[in-house]
């Protein structure tokens, strides 16, 4: 099982450097999206998932009697997804406005972009 999780996460991490080299903005969002998916992946597969019992210590015992699952890597990925979430939040808020002030998504234009116009900017926001 965990071959099997390992593998498709490294499946999910060459596509999304695939698609984050491409100079498209959304396909490198998607592939921000992806990366984050596939390290929560491989963070549940390093966590040696065992559903045979769940993860409780019996009375009177100090140590758990059986293999058991291990609840921290699925805490851990938990907090991966809500602060994965913010990140995709703020990014969709540059990328909007990245394309609202300067009319495209292409990296290199992005990169090449002079001179914005100050009547396309929010009152307040303007450059001197």
Same mark, same amino acid.
């Given at each position: *099982? #965990? ?8 499946? *999910? ?6 698609? *984050? ?62 602060? @994965? ?17 300067? @009319? ?9 972009? #002079? ?5 396309? *900017?929010?009152?307040? #926001?303007?450059?001197?």
């Amino acid at each position: *099982m #965990e071959t099997v999780l390992a593998l498709l996460g490294g499946a *999910m991490i060459a596509g999304s450097v695939y698609l *984050m080299l491409d100079k498209n903005l959304i396909r490198f969002i998607f592939g921000l999206v992806l990366a984050s998916n596939a390290v929560n992946l491989l963070i549940f597969a390093a966590g040696r998932p065992n559903t045979s019992h769940p993860p409780l210590i019996p009375d009177g015992s100090s140590i758990p009697a059986t293999a058991i699952a291990n609840s921290l890597p699925q805490a851990l990925i938990l907090t991966a997804i809500v602060i @994965g979430f913010a990140l995709l939040v703020f990014v969709f808020i540059l990328f909007f406005r990245a394309y609202d002030t300067l @009319g495209t998504i292409d990296t290199d234009a992005l990169n090449d972009a #002079e001179g914005i116009d100050n009547s396309r *900017m929010p009152q307040g #926001e303007q450059t001197p």
